[in-house]
Each structure stands twice: as C-alpha cells, then as structure tokens.
C-alpha cells in the first residue's frame, strides 16, 4: 500500500512539474512582443466638473503566439487629471504583474472625475496609461474636455433674476420661478437638466439668445448612446417646462428646446393676456409632445417643431398664431401614436370642451413620416382656425373656408432625413422644394428673415416654413 501512494505521489509530482515548465515555456520575455489596443486615444467627450463621467470601455490585446505578463500598468498622472481604471477586474491607478494568454485581450473600464478649473471656458484634460511589458513601454493616451459648472437642486427663483452664460447651470429636480418673479436668460446661456428634472414656471420666463449664442435647455448626458449616437439626439432625458395657468408674458427668442419628455407644456390661462411669443425658437426630438397648450394665447414666429413620438403641436382652445413654422415629424425611437399638429374640442386633460377663439397656421410647412399630419375637430362649427398657405401632408385634401391656398401632400424635400443613422436632421430646404416662392408676402413681412437671419425678400418670393432656401 505505501508502495502504491509512494507511485501515485511521484506521478502527480511529475504532471505537476511538467504542466509547470509547459505553463512558464508559454510565457515570454521577449521584449520585441507587444500589446495591441482597440484604440490608441480614449476620448472622452464634456464632462461637468466634480462630476464623474459615464465609463469608456477598451481592450487590450495579445496578438502574440505567447503568453505575456505585463509587469505594470500605470495611470501617469492621476491626482491632476482624476482618470481612473479597472483592468481585468482590477482597480487602481497602477497595477501590477497582470497575465494576458496568448491571442487573447483584457477589457479595461475608465472614467474621469475632474476637479473644479476655476475658469468659464472647457478645457482639453490629458493624461495616458502606461503599460511595460518585458521592459517594453507602451502608452495609451486619454482625452477629456472639463467645464466647470453651476448646480441648483430644487432650486426656487423667488425675486427678479438674471443669468447669464458664465457658466452652464446643471439642474436636479425641479427649478421653480414662483409667481412674483421674472427670470431672465441672457444669450449663449445653457441649462442642462437631470434625468425627471423640470422647469415649473409660475413667474415668467425671458430668454434671449442670439442666432449665434442661443439660450438651450437640454438633458444633461453629454456622452454617447452605444458608443456612436451622441445624447444630444436622444428624446425624453427631462421632463420639459410648464408655464402654470398665472404665468404670463414668457418670451422665448432664439431658444433650443430637446430631448424632453413634453417640450413646453402651457395650462390653460386667460386667452386676453399673452401668455407666450416664441421667436425663433426650436423645439426638438421629444418623448412625448413637442408642445401643448390649452386656453392660452400664443404667438409662435419662424419656429421650429421637430420629432415627437406624439403631436408636435397639440392645442385645445384660446387664441394661437403660428407663422413661418417648419413642422416635421420622422420621429423613429419607437411608433408614432398621433399627428403632428393635433386641434381638439376638449381639453387633452379634463375632457371639457373648448373653444379656439383664434387659430391660425401660415406661410407653414406640416410634413413627416404618417399618412395624415393634422388632426381636426369632427364638428368644425364655431371653432375658429385657419390654414393659409401652408404644405401639408394629410389623408383628406379639404375644401372648406379653415384652409386657404394649400398645398397638399408635396414632398417639402428637405436636406438631411437622418441619412447618417444617428439621428441628425436639417430641416432646412432643397432648391428643388415646392415650399419655395409659395409664402403670402403679406404675412411674410412681419417676420422678414428667416430663423438664421436670411431675408425672405432677397428674391422677392418668400418660401414657406421657418428656413428660406439659400443657394449654398
């Protein structure tokens, strides 16, 4: 029996020793084999400071017919630029002897927490990964843009205010402008909203960017959605700003609304006091609706209404003037589920019924990608709106005294239809387009140049919608 333990001892002992001098002649210190990456930059893109980014994935790779250890790897100057890492399950900003087999790869995780820069501009945050194996130095070099920024959780805007684009402002919850007071948005000025967070205006509300420096209230994800789709074209990441029933005088000019849930959402109101103008503004890629009001009046010049899974412009009742508005839907997140501009006899939330003292769309293009884009009243009886020379895309080409000069079903051509996949569009016009020349001049002239600033005189023919066409 001792005889026969003594045998298989010494035959485990041998495979032991074997599969060792078989596992070390796999490994090699030949220090002419080196690492392979999936990228030579890791390129992060805006990060708010004191914020952590979302995390960037790499992979390191073993290209050789032997196995290597690599004897260090090292984030060079951590406690500056705030990169972190996890490579193969390990975090640390240096790592050491870590085993990568023959034709084989690591994955490695980073992130990037900057601190505070203490100036207004972005700046170009670098830094670099340092690998050594068999004394061979490799490098991986990282990328991150810093801005510093203004963060207001459940803020409330209790007196007159003003701000300004100093810097961005990041906001969690809900900013509340109570009734007594007015804020003010001054041009170039960016808002950027958690996930759920709203604008609740009670007070009212002026913004006035420039064509240049437009005041933008966006999501706050700067990242990319898989990697290539940037989150500046993802709808829903907030939930949109209310103006609540004593909210009057809101002036928007030269504004971007995107990616909320609800864009703008008005609550019914006395229709003899204005309760909003829009100029130039831009309302893009929602969830939900683009914008919907009920009893208010509304003035909305050279805007633009774009990608929504629901109506565009949904209104139930009060007085409305949309003039020179480019309304397009080819929203492709999920199924469209109405219209693009939706007119109702009954308030969307209460079911009453309503009244549209005055409802009028011209000199507008109505387009996207279902069969119908309008949605009236089955009774039109003393409802009052109007159509006047406006392209629109609809199931029924009306006849009656509500739609004046239309053209029905023309394909408005417009530039870019997300031809690149990532959710990108232009809205503006081909030379090609019927939209071209079709404006009533009349109404032209009180707007007279066009969202970027280009007269619609020059040729002496006004097009529809919110872009005049411009030969490039």
Partial sequence: MRRLLKYILSVVTIISVFDTCAESDDFSSDPDLKLTFSCDTVRFDTVFTTIGSSTNTIQIYNKNNKSLRIESIEIMNPHKSGFQMIIDGES????KNIDILKKDSLYGFLRVTIDPLNINNPLLIRDSIRFVTNGNVQYLYLEAIGRDVYKWNKKSITADTVITAEKPILIYDTLYLSPEATLTIKEGTELYFHNKASLQAFGTLKAFGTIDKPVVFRGDRLDKMNGNVPYDNVPGQWDGIVFHPDSYNNYLENVIIKNAVIGMKFLPSDIQNKKASMINTIIRNSSEKGMQASESHIEAMNCQFTNARKALIDLSGGKYLFLHNTIANYYIWTMRISESVKLRDKDVETNTPTIFAQCDFVNSIIYGSVSGEISIPDNADGQNFKFTNCLIKSL?????????????????????????????YDFSILSTSPAIGKADKTYSSLIPFDIKGNSRFEDGNPDLGCYEQIEE
């Fill in 396 to 424: 029924k080409e009306y006849k009656d005294s509500h739609f004046v000069d239309v053209l029905w079903n023309r394909n408005p051509q417009f530039k870019d239809i997300n031809k690149t996949g990532n959710y990108h």
């Fill in 92 to 95: 640390g900003t240096r790592l």
